[in-house]
C-alpha cells in the first residue's frame, strides 16, 4: 500500500469540511464591511479560529492596523509559512440575484450611508483560509513547522497592509520564511493562475489642484478659466505614455475624477483633477509623475495662472513574484489540480497590497490567481472572444460560482503551504 502524500492527507478532510465551509462563505457574502470596519469579520475570523480541533490553545494576534488577525500554529521544527487573505469589502450595490446576496449599508469615511458588497471577492479569501487553517489543523500530522495565517483589512483602501506593517506586525508575529496569497480572478472555476515576476502594477494616485481666477461666464477675459485649463491638462497627460515611456515598457495614467464649479453662469476659481499611474517598473512610475508635474506646471505657466498643487497619494509596489518561490507553488499546484488547471496568470494592471506585507519582512512571496467563473460558460465566452464582458471583480454583478471555486482555493492554498511544510 502507498502512503497518501501530506496534501492528500490533509485534503481528505475536505469532503467532511464542506458543508462549513460553503455556510461560512455564504455568511461572509451577506455580510460585507467596508475598508478598515472589518469587525464583524475579523471577529468571525477568530470565533471560527477558536472552535477549530486545538483552536482554544492557539496564538492569536488581533486588532493588528485596525481589524487585522494573526493565527499562529506551531506544529513542530521546519519552515513558518505565511497566508494571507484580504477582508474587505466595496462599496458597491450588489445586483447578482443570489439568494445569499449583499443587502448591507454601511456608513463610509465621508458619514455618507451607501450599499456594501464582496464585489472583489474577498470574502472567499477569508473563507478559503479559514478552511486551510482547519483542514492543516486537522492533518497536523502530515507536516511541520508553523503557518502564520494573516487576515488583513483594507486592501481595497490601499493601505491595509501598510497599517499592519506600522502597527508592529513584525514584532508583534513570527518572522515567516516565505509568504503566499491569492485572489479569485476570471478565469475558469477549478484552475489556478500561476506566473513569476512582475504580475500585478505599481499603483501611484495623484490630485491636481489648478487655481484660476474666478468671474462672471460672460467675461471670460477678466477671469482666469480653471475649467479650459483642466480640460488642456487632462489632454496633455494623455501623451505621457506614448511620448514619454519607453515603448518597449507599460504605463497607464487614467484621470479618474475631475471636478469643478457649481453653476453655468460663474467661472469657478479652481479646478481638481484626480487620476492614477500605474506600471511594472518603478522607474517609469517616476518618469511618470515627473512628466505629470511638469505638465501640471506648465499649463498653468501657458495661462498666468498661479502655481498649482501637485500630491501624491495610496502608492501600492509592483506585486513581483520571487521566481523560485512561485516554481516551487507551481509544482505544488500541478501535482494537486493537474497541469491543464494551471494556468498562466495574465497581467491586467490590477494592483495589490499584499507585497507590503512580505516586504517588511523582506522575505519571498508568490501570489497566484483562482478562477470564479463557469468552465463552460468561460469557455462559451472564449471561443467568442467576450471574456472581457463577464462581469468580474469590483463589478455589482460579479458572483463566483460557489464550485469549485471554493474547493480550488481551499486545495491550492494548502497544497502550495505544504510545499514548504511538507517538501
Ligand atoms: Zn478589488
Ligand atoms: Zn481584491
Not at 26 to 35: G, N, T
Not at 118 to 125: K, L, P, R
Amino acid at each position: 500500500m502507498t502512503q497518501p502524500t501530506p496534501a492528500a492527507a490533509v485534503l481528505a478532510g475536505l469532503d467532511r469540511a464542506r458543508p462549513w465551509l460553503e455556510d461560512l462563505y455564504r455568511d461572509l457574502h451577506a455580510h460585507p464591511e467596508l475598508s478598515t470596519a472589518e469587525h464583524r469579520t475579523a471577529q468571525r475570523v477568530v470565533d471560527e479560529v477558536r472552535a477549530l480541533p486545538g483552536g482554544e490553545g492557539l496564538e492569536v494576534v488581533t486588532g493588528i492596523g485596525g481589524t487585522g488577525v494573526g493565527v499562529v500554529v506551531r506544529n513542530g521544527d521546519g519552515p513558518t509559512v505565511l497566508l494571507r487573505a484580504d477582508m474587505d469589502g466595496l462599496p458597491v450595490q450588489e445586483d447578482t440575484g443570489l439568494d445569499y446576496a449583499s443587502t448591507v449599508f454601511a456608513e463610509n469615511r465621508q458619514g455618507e450611508c451607501v450599499p456594501v458588497m464582496h464585489a472583489c471577492g474577498h470574502d472567499t479569501h477569508v473563507a478559503t483560509l479559514l478552511a486551510a487553517l482547519r483542514l492543516l489543523l486537522e492533518g497536523c500530522g502530515a507536516w511541520s513547522g508553523t503557518v502564520l495565517a494573516v487576515f488583513q483589512p483594507a486592501e481595497e483602501q490601499y493601505n491595509g497592509a501598510e497599517a499592519m506593517v506600522e502597527d508592529g506586525l513584525v514584532d508583534r508575529l513570527p518572522r515567516p520564511d516565505v509568504a503566499l496569497s491569492q485572489h479569485v480572478l476570471p478565469g475558469p472555476s477549478g484552475s489556478v493562475q500561476v506566473a513569476a515576476g512582475p504580475i500585478m502594477a505599481s499603483c501611484d494616485d495623484f490630485r491636481i489642484t489648478l487655481h484660476g481666477r474666478g468671474g462672471h461666464a460672460s467675461a471670460p477675459h477678466q477671469a482666469i478659466d480653471p475649467v479650459v485649463m483642466a480640460a488642456s491638462l487632462v489632454m496633455r497627460l494623455q501623451t505621457i505614455v506614448s511620448r514619454r515611456v519607453d515603448p518597449t515598457r507599460t504605463a497607464v495614467v487614467t484621470v479618474g475624477r475631475i471636478s469643478a464649479g457649481t453653476k453655468t453662469n460663474i467661472i469657478p476659481s479652481v479646478a481638481e483633477i484626480e487620476g492614477t499611474v500605474r506600471t511594472y517598473d518603478a522607474g517609469v512610475a517616476a518618469t511618470c509623475l515627473a512628466a505629470i508635474e511638469q505638465a501640471a506646471r506648465a499649463e498653468a505657466a501657458a495661462w498666468g495662472a498661479p502655481e498649482p498643487q501637485l500630491e501624491t497619494f495610496d502608492h501600492l509596489p509592483v506585486t513581483d513574484n520571487d521566481p523560485a518561490v512561485t516554481e516551487r507553488a507551481r509544482a505544488a499546484l500541478v501535482a494537486e489540480l493537474g497541469e491543464d488547471r494551471v494556468l498562466p496568470f495574465e497581467p491586467e494592471g490590477g494592483s495589490e497590497d499584499f507585497s507590503v506585507l512580505p516586504d517588511a519582512w523582506g522575505i519571498p512571496y508568490t501570489y497566484w490567481g483562482f478562477g470564479a467563473f463557469d468552465p463552460e460558460e468561460w469557455a462559451r465566452a472564449e471561443r467568442e472572444g467576450t471574456t472581457g464582458e463577464l462581469p468580474s471583480n469590483h463589478s455589482a454583478h460579479f458572483a463566483p460560482v460557489l464550485q469549485p471555486t471554493l474547493d480550488t482555493g481551499v486545495r491550492a492554498m494548502v497544497a502550495a503551504a505544504l510545499a514548504w511544510l511538507a517538501p
